[in-house]
Nanobody, 124 residues
């Protein structure tokens, strides 16, 4: 399965925006569901958003509804996570990973080949 690589994290003030990118080998995102998760210190890894192989999107509505958008560019072999109106509670390491089609998109155990993660810090 594909090895994925995240980028785009950083330090941003509350209310600011960041775009994370997940890069993979060619056609990866046409074969697998791609998910974004995050993990804050002392907390379990949490589902953020996912896009299926046919482009269907799923979000953790409780935490990111209306603020985050997942999208993919199959020509560039990337999946992006646009994050707007960031809050201090969004601070975490963000990971992308790939899951076999048909596996539940919001479940950590559905995914394999996790990237190394990228740190997002929201602070004034």
């Amino acid at each position: 399965q594909a090895q994925l690589r995240e980028s785009g994290g950083g330090l941003v003030q509350p209310g600011g925006s960041l775009t994370l990118s997940c890069a993979g080998p060619p056609r990866t995102f046409l074969w697998y569901t791609t998910g974004w998760f995050r993990q804050a210190p002392g907390r379990e890894r949490e589902f953020v958003a996912a896009v299926s192989r046919i482009g269907t999107t799923t979000y953790n509505d409780d935490s990111v509804k209306g603020r985050f958008t997942i999208s993919r560019d199959t020509a560039k072999n990337t999946v992006s996570l646009q994050m707007n109106n960031l809050k201090p509670e969004d601070t975490a390491v963000y990971y992308c990973a790939a899951a076999q089609p048909g596996n539940p998109a919001a479940v950590v155990s559905s995914y394999e080949n996790w990237g190394q993660g990228t740190q997002v810090t929201v602070s004034s």
